[in-house]
Structure formats: C-alpha cells, structure tokens
C-alpha cells in the first residue's frame, strides 16, 4: 500500500471488524488501535478509564497514534478526531483517512450491549449528542466517506484511493 489507511467512524461503525477483514483481502498489515494500548498498557479500555480517566486515555491514544510504524491498515478508536492535532495528524499526505458513517440505527444497535465505557456512561440520547458532535470532525478528516459500510465498499473504496 503506498498510503496509510486509517479508517475512523463512531463506536460500532465497523472499523475493526471491516479493517481485519480487508486487510486479509489485500493480504496486508492490520492494527487496531485500542488493541495496540490495551496490550502496551496490559489493560482493557475499560480499566484504562476506570483507574486513570478518559483525558488520560486520550494522551495514551494520542501519543500511540504517533507511534505506530507498522501497518497498512489502522482502525482507530471512536473519539480519536476530537483532538484537533489528531485531525492534522491525519491530514499528511502518507495517509487515507476512510470514515465508516452508517446510520445511528445501525450504530446503536451494534454498541447498546457492549461494554464500552462511554456507552455504560452515558445515555442514548447523551450518545446520540456525542455522535452529531464529532460528525463535522469525521467530515473534516476523510479523504472519502462510506455511508453503507460492509466489506465489499471498503475494498472499493482502498482501490480507488
Ligand atoms: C471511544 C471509542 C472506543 C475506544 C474508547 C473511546 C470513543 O473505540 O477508543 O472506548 O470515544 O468513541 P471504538 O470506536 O473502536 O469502539
């Protein structure tokens, strides 16, 4: 792959799930963000906002997002656009930013039952809020936009980057 391609998107969005999955079409690198953090960390997302707090988590994923060296395809985690020097980041020319924009119905079904810390925090319509807030700033980021993600348009859509 000649560019990075980062795939961003609201909790439940498809991006690691799709990003393995086209990453093993293209016989390429795959990571996952809050995975690579999990493991640097030896602790679940979850333990990271319990014991340390979001802001913290927010450094951790910041600084790992900069560190990363290996990989063709990088899914990363809900919130990483709130940062503006993130959205720089992502902004430089080696990389392509994909966002996997279903719709909220599908969103939301995909995270009510899952243990992510701000779904456990937070209400459906507090979740909604966050959702419409961080859309200009997913807008703001992609090189391109899927709308109706599943496998076959992600495959498309690196093709044709
Ligand atoms: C977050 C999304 C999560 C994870 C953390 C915070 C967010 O990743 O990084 O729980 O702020 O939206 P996923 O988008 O992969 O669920």
Redesign the pocket.
Known sequence: MDKIIILI?????G??YLGKKAADFFQTEFL???LV?EKQQSLS??QI?EKFG?EY?RKL?NEMLRKIKIGSII??????V?QKINRVFFQTQDKYVIWLNPSWETILSR?KN?E????SKLTENELLD?WQS?KPFYRECADCIIKNPNLKNLIKAIQSR
């Open positions: 998107g609201f909790m439940g969005s991006k690691s996952d963000l809050d953090i997302i979850s906002f979001e988590f994923e899914a990363t985690g809900g919130g990483i709130e995270i899952t992510r810390p701000l779904v966050l961080r």
